[in-house]
């Protein structure tokens, strides 16, 4: 039987309660769904319905649906949409050839979903927004353009046995301040994230699988938190599981398997905790760790890739219980960044076992070192740290190599076995202590001490015997001059360089020092490069023996503020202690000044004064950085007598000009394997010169952000496509920028 209405609403329900049994219901007005239930209870079984407007079904205020064993079809919109707060049911339903999302549960709409299928969908196969609530099992979604399921604003998802298969986009986009749970979920075959986890959002995912996607098979940024367990990631053209943007989210048992990239990427100031993770047949480092970023890493397992962990770019991480083996490169690398490694084992690694350089601090303790390429460890030049309780055998050249002149105590260790020293120090000083070391069966006399600098290959030699050479970081003056725009930025900064070249060499010369602004403030918009050019400013000032590390620390208010009186004095001096040495990087730092956080102005006032006394107190051994807006950096500086007078420059951050976003996005199309026609960047040259450069202005994460789009639009536009040339699948056209 068919009812159909021409104009209008074909079946529509306002109170007590009806059954549909067998019945094709459709209509043909371009504004009105087929089904409404405004009160009541509408029952719905086997039946097929059909519009042609913004939704098929749709339940708001007192109504309800219970649907079973339905076909729903929509070409111009959503399948069933609900706002009712009522108990709605959608059970072994199918939800095909949709113009736009597949279910949508809005506003304080509540919905259970059980053995459904949603296929093929213009927009998302599921969307939750507003308070929307939404329990979904055994169920699956496929086909859809833009993300499988999205969850945003306060919307709850609890969802068992998800399926996300073909999707175009993102697997699940989860953005939501509420509850989101994922158990035993799946996303196979999307054209971007498998899982995207962003504004705060802290989800369970628990027993879920994530295969052969594009970019990050798991993603959490936007200071994200939630747990992840139990599950595989693997077949990522990319990272494996990234986790940026200050976001802390916890790990346990999660196996990464043939990715392309890293196969855990961390960075972006995050802090996550990573317990017994898995990582195998990675195409670049097993766990990488960068940008800032902290974290924990406990009982894991690294096999293959180019190295098992690699810290770099200011990052402080702590490893225990970490197994490294055959990888291609180093085992363990640190270049400019701080480890902390204890009781792990690194075997059968293509080089050295752990390559400490780039003016990077690592100790290691109860570690064991086997049958490595290279060296067994290597501390560069520039290089500190500590070697405790450790072995180091059977390796092709020496157990422990000291080629810097920076502290390293080496204790309590066994090297043994090796084709070179057990332990070889190549420049003289006392900084270098070795204490209770075993070494035997070794190739080569030891050399350290007063025997330091004997006639020793400068360079670990490989199993063929060719000469290898330590891997360096590039130089952070280069990188500043080579970064888009910022010249003033620029010139201010080589100024302060030269000055703290001639004070090093009026020092020298026996002469006092001129008056230098050791610590600074960098004013202006979000996204104009202030921390990555107080990162380079940091290793510059090392590299010129101004500062012994150079490392940089970034903290918020957060990081510095306590929630009880006395708290924030020691949450201050334990970040300022880290960064000793370095650059502690204060970022919206006149959010001390204004109160807030749930913690009070006086608190914030107080983090305040404990910050300008270490300053006085720590002068020479450490430069801050404080960062914000212009206007409310001048407030800032008022709130303490003596702020101003520490900080006695400031340097201006202005916007990006159209031309150089429109670089950006051009270097990041370079960096990721794209190109970008000439009619897209004229596109691009427009849209950035039309945008407001207002207070949500992101300049360089907006260029950022628009390539990424347009990444996403090209995914979308050749998805359904058969196109397998690599020049085409690396182009974005004006077809990509449309949505500028």
Same mark, same amino acid.
């Given at each position: 039987?068919?009812?159909?209405?021409?104009?209008?609403?074909?079946?529509?329900?306002?109170?007590?309660?009806?059954?549909?049994?067998?019945?094709?219901?459709?209509?043909?007005?371009?504004?009105?769904?087929?089904?409404?239930?405004?009160?009541?209870?509408?029952?719905?079984?086997?039946?097929?319905?059909?519009?042609?407007?913004?939704?098929?079904?749709?339940?708001?205020?007192?109504?309800?649906?219970?649907?079973?064993?339905?076909?729903?079809?929509?070409?111009?919109?959503?399948?069933?949409?609900?706002?009712?707060?009522?108990?709605?049911?959608?059970?072994?339903?199918?939800?095909?050839?949709?113009?736009?999302?597949?279910?949508?549960? &809005?506003?304080?709409?509540?919905?259970?979903?059980?053995?459904?299928?949603?296929?093929?969908?213009?927009?998302?196969?599921?969307?939750?927004?507003?308070?929307?609530?939404?329990?979904? @099992?055994?169920?699956?979604?496929?086909?859809?353009?833009?993300?499988?399921? &999205?969850? @945003?604003?306060? &919307?709850?998802?609890?969802?068992?046995?998800?399926?996300?298969?073909?999707?175009?986009?993102?697997?699940?986009?989860?953005?939501?301040?509420?509850?989101?749970?994922?158990?035993?979920?799946?996303?196979?075959?999307?054209?971007?994230?498998?899982?995207?986890?962003?504004?705060?959002?802290?989800?369970?995912?628990?027993?879920?699988?994530?295969?052969?996607?594009?970019?990050?098979?798991?993603?959490?940024?936007?200071?994200?938190?939630?747990?992840?367990?139990?599950?595989?990631?693997?077949?990522?053209?990319?990272?494996?599981?990234?986790?940026?943007?200050?976001?802390?989210?916890?790990?346990?048992?999660?196996?990464?398997?043939?990715?392309?990239?890293?196969?855990?990427?961390?960075?972006?100031?995050?802090?996550?905790?990573?317990?017994?993770?898995?990582?195998?047949?990675?195409?670049?480092?097993?766990?990488?760790?960068?940008?800032? &970023?902290?974290?924990?890493?406990?009982?894991?397992?690294?096999?293959?890739? @180019?190295?098992?962990?690699?810290?770099?770019?200011?990052?402080?991480?702590?490893?225990?219980?970490?197994?490294?083996?055959?990888?291609?490169?180093?085992?363990?690398?640190?270049?400019?960044?701080?480890?902390?490694?204890?009781?792990?084992?690194?075997?059968?690694?293509?080089?050295?076992?752990?390559?400490?350089?780039?003016?990077?601090?690592?100790?290691?303790?109860?570690?064991?070192?086997?049958?490595?390429?290279?060296?067994?460890?290597?501390?560069?030049?520039?290089?500190?740290?500590?070697?405790?309780?450790?072995?180091?055998?059977?390796?092709?050249?020496?157990?422990?190599?000291?080629?810097?002149? @920076?502290?390293?105590?080496?204790?309590?260790?066994?090297?043994?076995?090796?084709?070179?020293?057990?332990?070889?120090?190549?420049?003289?000083?006392?900084?270098?202590?070795?204490?209770?070391?075993?070494?035997?069966?070794?190739?080569?006399?030891?050399?350290?001490?007063?025997?330091?600098?004997?006639?020793?290959?400068?360079?670990?030699?490989?199993?063929?015997?060719?000469?290898?050479?330590?891997?360096?970081?590039?130089?952070?003056?280069?990188?500043?001059?080579?970064?888009?725009?910022?010249?003033?930025?620029?010139?201010?900064?080589?100024?302060?360089?030269?000055?703290?070249?001639?004070?090093?060499?009026?020092?020298?010369?026996?002469?006092?020092?001129?008056?230098?602004?050791?610590?600074?403030?960098?004013?202006?918009?979000?996204?104009?490069?202030?921390?990555?050019?107080?990162?380079?400013?940091?290793?510059?000032?090392?590299?010129?023996?101004?500062?012994k590390k150079g490392h940089l620390v970034e903290v918020a208010r957060a990081d510095l503020v306590a929630q009880i009186i006395g708290g924030t004095a020691i949450k201050t001096t334990e970040a300022f202690t880290t960064a000793m040495g370095g650059v502690l990087f204060i970022d919206e730092a006149y959010t001390l000044s204004q109160g807030g956080g749930g913690s009070g102005p006086d608190f914030g006032r107080e983090a305040i004064d404990t910050l300008v006394k270490l300053m006085e107190d720590h002068r020479d051994e450490i430069v801050v950085i404080a960062a914000g807006y212009s206007d409310e950096m001048e407030q800032f500086l008022s709130a303490n007598p003596g702020m101003e007078s520490r900080f006695s420059r400031t340097i201006e951050f202005a916007n990006y000009t159209a031309d150089e976003l429109v670089t950006i996005v051009r270097s990041q199309c370079v960096r990721h394997d794209y190109r970008l026609d000439d009619e897209a960047a004229a596109a691009l040259l427009e849209y950035f010169e039309k945008i407001p450069k207002d207070g949500t202005f992101g300049n360089g994460r907006t260029a950022r952000r628009v390539f990424e789009r347009m990444a996403d639009q090209q995914a979308s536009r050749l998805a359904l496509s058969d196109v397998s040339d690599a020049a085409e699948l690396s182009l974005l056209t004006l077809q990509d920028a449309v949505m500028m």
């Amino acid at each position: 039987m068919r009812l159909t209405a021409f104009s209008g609403i074909a079946v529509s329900l306002f109170s007590e309660s009806v059954s549909l049994s067998g019945l094709v219901v459709s209509t043909a007005d371009s504004e009105a769904p087929a089904v409404l239930a405004v009160g009541g209870q509408l029952g719905i079984t086997e039946c097929t319905l059909q519009a042609s407007s913004w939704a098929t079904v749709f339940a708001r205020d007192q109504g309800s649906v219970v649907m079973r064993d339905c076909e729903v079809r929509n070409a111009a919109g959503a399948g069933i949409v609900v706002t009712s707060a009522q108990e709605n049911v959608v059970d072994g339903c199918l939800l095909v050839d949709l113009g736009t999302s597949g279910v949508v549960v &809005a506003d304080g709409g509540r919905l259970r979903m059980r053995a459904c299928e949603v296929k093929t969908a213009d927009g998302n196969g599921i969307c939750l927004n507003g308070r929307g609530r939404l329990t979904v @099992e055994d169920s699956a979604v496929s086909g859809t353009n833009k993300p499988a399921v &999205a969850v @945003e604003q306060e &919307a709850t998802l609890a969802a068992t046995r998800l399926a996300v298969t073909d999707a175009a986009a993102i697997g699940f986009y989860l953005a939501s301040s509420g509850e989101v749970v994922l158990e035993e979920c799946r996303v196979e075959r999307a054209g971007a994230e498998g899982v995207f986890v962003a504004e705060g959002c802290a989800p369970l995912v628990r027993g879920c699988i994530v295969r052969e996607v594009r970019g990050r098979g798991l993603y959490f940024g936007g200071r994200a938190g939630g747990t992840v367990s139990g599950c595989d990631v693997s077949d990522v053209d990319g990272v494996g599981v990234a986790v940026s943007a200050r976001s802390t989210t916890e790990f346990d048992r999660v196996n990464v398997s043939g990715c392309t990239s890293s196969g855990v990427l961390v960075d972006g100031g995050a802090d996550p905790l990573l317990r017994r993770l898995r990582v195998s047949g990675c195409g670049g480092s097993g766990v990488s760790v960068a940008g800032g &970023a902290r974290g924990t890493l406990k009982s894991s397992e690294v096999e293959g890739g @180019e190295a098992g962990l690699s810290v770099s770019e200011s990052a402080r991480f702590v490893a225990t219980g970490l197994s490294v083996r055959r990888t291609a490169g180093a085992g363990i690398s640190v270049l400019g960044a701080a480890l902390a490694l204890a009781d792990s084992a690194i075997e059968h690694v293509g080089g050295d076992g752990v390559l400490v350089g780039g003016v990077a601090d690592v100790s290691l303790q109860r570690c064991r070192v086997l049958h490595s390429a290279g060296y067994g460890t290597v501390f560069s030049e520039g290089a500190s740290g500590s070697v405790l309780d450790s072995e180091f055998s059977g390796g092709a050249s020496d157990g422990i190599r000291l080629d810097t002149a @920076e502290a390293v105590k080496v204790r309590g260790c066994t090297v043994r076995d090796n084709r070179g020293s057990g332990v070889r120090q190549t420049k003289p000083g006392s900084a270098i202590e070795v204490v209770d070391v075993i070494t035997s069966g070794n190739l080569v006399p030891d050399s350290y001490g007063t025997a330091a600098v004997a006639d020793a290959p400068a360079t670990p030699a490989g199993p063929d015997g060719t000469r290898q050479r330590a891997k360096s970081a590039k130089d952070p003056f280069e990188e500043l001059q080579a970064l888009v725009g910022l010249a003033g930025v620029k010139n201010d900064v080589n100024s302060l360089i030269n000055l703290n070249k001639m004070a090093k060499r009026r020092k020298d010369a026996g002469l006092s020092a001129p008056p230098m602004a050791r610590h600074l403030v960098f004013a202006g918009a979000p996204g104009t490069g202030k921390t990555t050019v107080a990162r380079l400013y940091g290793r510059i000032l090392a590299d010129l023996g101004v500062l012994k590390k150079g490392h940089l620390v970034e903290v918020a208010r957060a990081d510095l503020v306590a929630q009880i009186i006395g708290g924030t004095a020691i949450k201050t001096t334990e970040a300022f202690t880290t960064a000793m040495g370095g650059v502690l990087f204060i970022d919206e730092a006149y959010t001390l000044s204004q109160g807030g956080g749930g913690s009070g102005p006086d608190f914030g006032r107080e983090a305040i004064d404990t910050l300008v006394k270490l300053m006085e107190d720590h002068r020479d051994e450490i430069v801050v950085i404080a960062a914000g807006y212009s206007d409310e950096m001048e407030q800032f500086l008022s709130a303490n007598p003596g702020m101003e007078s520490r900080f006695s420059r400031t340097i201006e951050f202005a916007n990006y000009t159209a031309d150089e976003l429109v670089t950006i996005v051009r270097s990041q199309c370079v960096r990721h394997d794209y190109r970008l026609d000439d009619e897209a960047a004229a596109a691009l040259l427009e849209y950035f010169e039309k945008i407001p450069k207002d207070g949500t202005f992101g300049n360089g994460r907006t260029a950022r952000r628009v390539f990424e789009r347009m990444a996403d639009q090209q995914a979308s536009r050749l998805a359904l496509s058969d196109v397998s040339d690599a020049a085409e699948l690396s182009l974005l056209t004006l077809q990509d920028a449309v949505m500028m």
